[in-house]
């Protein structure tokens, strides 16, 4: 019995031995499977992370990056509703910009003012929350609309110190409670939200600043151009004003003694020598249109400013190269503006100004084409334009279009555009040439209109 007894004993100890040992793998094996899950859900932070970081550095697009990262972080944590709200900073008040669950009418209408709600109060404090009930918490029970939601987090879009909005996914009464890990990594991804939002916000800023830096750049060039030409002009001016001063008298003394030897030529014995006096009579008297454009380029004409109406100068203009234009079998397209507001400048110069222009664009279509004046208002100057179909001016010669001497024909003599230049120059107007190829040219004149009558 005694040896039983102790047989029994003996038993009793392996078994408790071995349910002891049973236990510690049993303990053993669970620390494991807590282990393992956790360095799966690590990972899993992780590669969202790693998700979420590429996401926010390979594009600018706001939209498109609000809405993959929120579906990204809606995936991770396992929510089943949510929504990605930006700041409204004018009217303080947060709108929905990425959701998950909620219907297209709920996110057109939802306005969240700040301080109210869950949303309100997280991006007013500034502080995450973890809402583990949301029905029983006594700090939103009485805000409460979908009591089926139970489980909240809700994480601010900050970025050093600046509140951008907030983020919040929620889980039903059924699902199992956020955690604070869960709160922790919906604080990260708010973070890369809020950087994203505020680098888009500096890159914006920055291509709008570039765009009114290469429009101010431009405007320099362009007066330094101006610049240029009206000291180019201003130099060859007063050239040409000496040199008009000193051809005029001998010219007009060439002239007055031929035309008093044609007096004294008998018409029936002196044929040769009057056909050549006529001849020194037509060239002296082509010097001294010659001339006269030398004094008109030197801006030595006076003026006789008053309010002017742009349209019958330019019904004028027209008038005096009709016949001209339609024998060229050039097609005539009036578009003048009605009640144009008048300038202040001389009629007679401005009528010489759209002669030529439309004089230059007939002749740059021998085979015929269309020729297209229009006048209009933008802003406070009146706009001229003439335009031709004819075979455009190379790209290299729209540069010295105005230039004084610049011609590409072999009668010009290079001072009409130059002079032209100079007359809407002191009518405080621009001209500019548009042309391409094949294709036509477009001058546009630009005149200041007098204020009180605008």
Known sequence: ??????????????????????????????????TEDELQRRLKELSSLHDISTIVTSSFDLEHILGEVFTNAVTVLEAETGSLMTLDEKHQSLTIKA??????????????????????????????????????????KPIVRKPQIKHAICAPLKYKEKIMGVINLNRESSARPFTEEDLRLLSTVAYEIAAAIQNIKLYNEL????????????????????LIQSEKLASLGKLAAGMAHELNNPLGAVSGRAQLLLMDMDKDKDLQAI????????????????????????????????????NPVIEKSISLTRHQISLENVELSMELKPDLPRIMGDQNQLQQVFVNLITNAWEAMPDGGKLTISTGLLQESLLIKVTD??????????????????????????????????IIEAHNGTIKAQSHLGQGSTFTVKFPV???ES
């Open 1 to 34: 019995m005694k040896e039983e007894d102790k047989e029994k004993g003996q038993l009793i100890s392996e078994l408790a031995e071995l349910r002891q040992r049973a236990a510690v793998l049993e303990a053993s094996e669970t620390k494991h499977k807590r």
């Open 99 to 140: 959701s998950r669950g909620l219907k297209k009418e709920v996110i057109s209408r939802t306005r969240v003012r700040l301080g109210k709600g869950i949303c309100g109060w997280v991006a007013q404090s500034g502080q995450p929350v973890l809402l583990k009930n949301r029905v029983t918490d006594p700090r939103f």
């Open 207 to 226: 291509r709008t600043t570039i765009t009114e830096l290469e429009q101010a750049n431009k405007e320099i060039k362009q007066a330094q151009a101006s």
């Open 275 to 310: 056909k050549n006096l006529w001849t020194i009579v037509e060239q002296t008297t082509r010097a001294s249109k010659i001339v006269g454009n030398l004094l008109q380029f030197a801006r030595e004409a006076k003026q006789e400013v008053e309010p002017v109406d742009i």
């Open 389 to 422: 179909t004819g075979h455009g001016i190379p790209k290299e010669n729209l540069g010295k279009l105005f230039d004084p001497f610049f011609t590409t024909r072999e009668t010009g003599t290079g001072l009409g555009l130059s002079i032209i230049h100079g």
């Open 450 to 452: 007098i204020k009180q």
